[in-house]
């Protein structure tokens, strides 16, 4: 039996971007949207990027994530290069590597949890009992136990975008985006959400990469950069957490995510 959530381990692979730009416009009218961007996502680590509207987070986190080719530059991810991917390879990429959270959730209405969550499984070819059974026991594993059967307009908002958090941890990626996961919710509400989703990336050994405007949403994480006109401007670590972050001390401080009976769920 072997499970598709190792623990996270020093082995793991870095996401790497280097010299990143990101250009929109012409000529005659330009946005420098990133202006040389260098940054690593070490595995296991939840990473905060914070700055003002306009700042060049999102641009980031959507060049990280093979949703944008930046203009210039590099994203190197487990020996490929995703920034010189061909669309159809970025799009396998999106589905098996990396997992996402957007700040609505994005779930389909018309189908239950459990269908909603095993979706990355069942788009890469796992059979629907099988992806269905690997998404009740992460929703399970997320406090939604019987849940399962209920459609999103049957959900409150923190429990829906928990159902989010388990579709972006399925597939066992490597590394999971969160664009503002909780700027729909209430603070209360955001602060169990965000506790859900740091503990349970870095019980899978997966990165969280999060942007945010929100010191609190910051603070969630073990590190926060702050960018301004496109380029990074700071960097700090929570206290402690310094060293490299997937260490034996972090598989130890949360519990284990639900193990799979099979290979194929990858």
Known sequence: MTSTHPAPSPGGSPLVASAL??????????????????????????????????????????????????T?????????????????????????????VFQSGQLLPELPAVE?????LMLAGTSRAEATAVAARWLAHLGLAGMEQRRPGELSGGQAQRVAIARALVGSPGVVFADEPTGALDQSTGSEVLDVLTHATRASGAALVIVTHDAGVARHCSRTVTMRDGRISGEFYAPGTKAAPASAAVQHAVPAPPATSSEGAR
Do not use: Q
């Open 116 to 120: 909603n969550a095993a979706l990355p």
């Open 21 to 70: 730009t990101k250009v929109y416009g012409t000529a005659e009218a330009t946005t420098h949207a990133l202006a040389g961007v260098s940054l690593t996502v070490h595995p296991g680590e939840s990473l905060a990027i914070m700055g003002p509207s306009g700042s060049g987070k999102t641009t980031l986190l959507h060049c990280l994530a093979g949703i944008l080719t930046p």
């Open 72 to 100: 210039s530059g590099s994203v190197a991810w487990r020996g490929e290069d995703v920034a010189t991917l061909s669309d159809a390879r970025r799009t396998v990429l999106r589905r098996n590597d990396f997992g996402f």
